[in-house]
């Protein structure tokens, strides 16, 4: 069965400190796998798909990685305003439905 | 460009009633996604409807329905709604293609008293 964990659930960091995100998966031929960010109340936000063992995408202080049995999700010198929950998602081969984690809650203090 | 659209953008019902929640894709997406997430969960897959014809459906009872229009929007229909059913319902949408990713809306908060 398709399933997705993220780790950790939440994550405190000071403005500036580095860190990583982890999402771990299992599935039967993986079709892509997708971050999003997430604001309280409000639908995710799109933020990178990665579809093969070894790529990496960036965009602003995120970068994601992708290796045969987890994605990584880097936030470079974070900001208050990262301050969210970053949901990771896979689809495979087998269904046509995204599989979600439940996600990692991001607090960036100044 | 317009995103993804939904509207009400909260909804107040008692146990048994029906509600109905709308979806607008993104001009040129073909695929409408619904999905469920609950305080405290995480996002659960309802349904699936590409071309006007539902393509998939998540571990939901019969009374999680819905359609497609010609104009690619979407309807979700919750029957005889439990207190259970109070969550916030979003729609994504997506190019044809399996594999595309999927933009979502800001969502439809349901609750059921």
């Known amino acids: 069965e398709d399933q997705v964990t993220q780790s950790p659930e939440a994550l405190r960091l000071q403005e500036g400190e580095s860190s990583s995100l982890n999402c771990s998966y299992t599935?039967?031929?993986?079709?892509?796998l997708f971050w999003y960010r997430q604001d309280p109340g409000k639908g995710p936000e799109f933020l990178f798909t990665?579809?093969?063992a070894g790529e990496e995408k960036e965009k602003e202080r995120l970068k994601a990685t992708l290796t045969k049995k987890e994605s990584f999700l880097h936030i470079t010198a974070p900001k208050p305003e990262d301050s969210a929950t970053y949901l990771c998602?896979?689809?495979?081969?087998?269904?046509?439905?995204?599989?979600f984690g439940t996600g990692t809650r991001l607090q960036v203090f100044p | 460009e317009a995103g993804v659209t939904q509207s009400p953008t909260h909804l107040i019902k008692t146990r048994g009633q029906q509600a109905t929640l709308r979806c607008s894709p993104i001009?040129?997406?073909?695929?409408v996604y619904w999905y469920q997430q609950a305080l405290g969960l995480g996002l659960q897959f309802l349904l699936w409807?590409?071309?006007?014809?539902?393509?998939n459906r998540g571990n939901f009872p019969p009374r999680f329905s819905g359609r497609q229009f010609p104009n690619y929007s979407s309807e979700l229909n919750v029957n005889a709604l439990e207190l259970e059913d109070s969550a916030l319902y979003l729609c994504?949408?997506?190019?044809?293609?399996?594999?595309?990713?999927?933009?979502f809306g800001p969502g439809t908060r349901l609750l059921v008293l």
């Open positions: 994504a949408s997506s190019l044809a293609g399996q594999g595309e990713t999927q933009y």
């Open positions: 599935v039967s031929g993986l079709r892509g």
């Open positions: 990665l579809y093969s």
């Open positions: 998602a896979v689809r495979s081969y087998n269904t046509d439905k995204l599989i």
């Open positions: 001009s040129g997406h073909t695929s």
């Open positions: 409807y590409d071309e006007g014809e539902e393509r």
